[in-house]
Antibody, heavy 113, light 107 residues
Framework: EVQLLESGGGLVQPGGSLRLSCAAS????????MSWVRQAPGKGLEWVSA????????YYADSVKGRFTISRDNSENALYLQMISLRAEDTAVYYC??????WGQGTTVTVSS | DIQMTQSPSSLSASVGDRVTITCRAS??????LAWFQQKPGKAPKSLIY???SLQSGVPSKFSGSGSGAHFTLTISSLQPEDFATYYC?????????FGQGTKVEIK
């Protein structure tokens, strides 16, 4: 069974940093591009970033470019999202996804003083 | 960036109704269009990919059509478990983008 489990969310002050992780199992991790998608409270879905299976290509939404870095460790079947210079508008549930499906259950990031 | 526009933003329907949701792209995306269902407090679930292909395990009451810039999601006979928010997403080019969502409510 394919499983994705996010972790690392929490409360952080504006300007702070946080690193999200996504542990993958049940499939050949290195064969799939992976993405992060977020959802602010009461709002719709916003695609954040993606990375190729080998990790050599990365893509970002304009809203996070220069502040967020996506990476992966194929030996550990893990996906990461390093977030710096966090803003209140980054407050959201962050999901990792294998391509279009499936998605993890999400981890909540709250940026507030 | 490619903008995705869904209509309507919300709709009220009864059990057994046929429901259609429309998604328009700001430019042609071939058939690189997916549909998702999201229930409150849950992660989105992929229903359809490549505009009209059903994900494994998704009931056949869901169907998708379209290509280029105009797409539709149809639920043939609405059931209680189908009341949710539906999103379209283009994956033709990065950045991937979602429609704003369509909330399907009980009439």
């Amino acid at each position: 069974e394919v499983q994705l489990l996010e972790s690392g969310g929490g409360l952080v002050q504006p300007g702070g940093s946080l690193r999200l992780s996504c542990a993958a199992s049940g499939f050949t991790f290195s064969s799939y591009a992976m993405s992060w998608v977020r959802q602010a409270p009461g709002k719709g879905l916003e695609w954040v970033s993606a990375i190729s299976g080998s990790g050599d290509r990365t893509y970002y939404a304009d809203s996070v470019k220069g502040r967020f870095t996506i990476s992966r460790d194929n030996s550990e079947n893990a996906l990461y999202l390093q977030m710096i210079s966090l803003r209140a508008e980054d407050t959201a549930v962050y999901y990792c996804a294998r391509g279009l499906t499936p998605w993890g259950q999400g981890t909540t990031v709250t940026v507030s003083s | 960036d490619i903008q995705m526009t869904q209509s309507p933003s919300s709709l009220s329907a009864s059990v057994g109704d046929r429901v259609t949701i429309t998604c328009r792209a700001s430019q042609g995306i071939s058939n690189y269009l997916a549909w998702f269902q999201q229930k409150p407090g849950k992660a989105p679930k992929s229903l359809i990919y490549a505009a009209s292909s059903l994900q494994s395990g998704v009931p056949s009451k869901f169907s998708g059509s379209g290509s280029g810039a105009h797409f539709t999601l149809t639920i043939s006979s609405l059931q209680p478990e189908d009341f949710a928010t539906y999103y379209c997403q283009q994956y033709d080019s990065y950045p991937w983008t979602f429609g704003q969502g369509t909330k399907v409510e009980i009439k």
